[in-house]
T-cell receptor
Framework: RKEVEQDPGPFNVPEGATVAFNCTYS??????FFWYRQDCRKEPKLLMS???SGNEDGRFTAQLNRASQYISLLIRDSKLSDSATYLC????????????FGQGTRLTINP | ETGVTQSPTHLIKTRGQQVTLRCSSQ?????VSWYQQALGQGPQFIFQ???????GRGNFPPRFSGLQFPNYSSELNVNALELDDSALYLC???????????FGPGTRLTVL
């Protein structure tokens, strides 16, 4: 079983739509949680950290459910520029601060 | 931009050769991690360096090795290259104790 599991998609949605991604993780020792965004042939870039209380950054909302080991990302009023691969990431501190990535979910916003 | 730089941007090697990839971390970041990202997959942790010592390693064979220098820059060395080593190699830096990591643009390695 993969440590972090995501639906790889692809998700194709019209501009202005709301889209939600989900992710599950298997290691209960995971301490920090993130969503990264990766554009085609580019490096991953930190989109937002995810906190147990839930957090919002503009059109983006992230939620964490530790009991279910489940992380979500909601994008409201999607823009063409939101087209990218979204990577669910957990931090497992085993000596090193090791980031474990999901496979990524590919999102395409259509005009 | 994260301030993390990597060189070269692209590299083509043949099976059995050796390769060295380089990374300069963001100013003030003393921890460097290396990741391998195969096509269509998420990045996989190779190892991490802190204060010139390896302090964690993923599931990669010993032919993957690294160094960190006093200025916190780092190298990833891969010996006896195999076709499956073709991937994007990402370097990420972070301040001591931070759980967030900031990635460089990567080196795309092709092994023929």
């Amino acid at each position: 079983r993969k440590e972090v599991e995501q639906d790889p998609g692809p998700f194709n949605v019209p501009e202005g739509a709301t889209v939600a991604f989900n992710c599950t993780y298997s290691n209960s020792a995971s301490q920090s949680f993130f969503w990264y965004r990766q554009d085609c042939r580019k490096e991953p870039k930190l989109l937002m950290s995810v906190y147990s209380s839930g957090n919002e950054d503009g059109r983006f909302t992230a939620q964490l459910n530790r009991a279910s080991q489940y992380i979500s990302l909601l994008i409201r009023d999607s823009k063409l520029s939101d087209s990218a691969t979204y990577l669910c990431v957990v931090n497992i501190p085993r000596g090193a601060q090791k980031l474990v990535f999901g496979q990524g979910t590919r999102l395409t916003i259509n005009p | 931009e994260t301030g993390v730089t990597q060189s070269p941007t692209h590299l083509i090697k043949t099976r059995g050769q050796q390769v060295t990839l380089r990374c300069s971390s963001q100013s003030g970041h003393n921890t460097v991690s290396w990741y391998q990202q195969a096509l269509g997959q998420g990045p996989q942790f190779i190892f991490q360096y802190y204060r010139e010592e390896e302090n964690g390693r993923g599931n990669f064979p010993p032919r993957f090795s690294g160094l960190q220098f006093p200025n916190y820059s780092s190298e990833l060395n891969v010996n006896a290259l195999e076709l499956d080593d073709s991937a994007l190699y990402l370097c990420a830096s972070s301040p001591s104790g931070s759980r967030e990591q900031f990635f460089g643009p990567g080196t795309r390695l092709t092994v023929l």
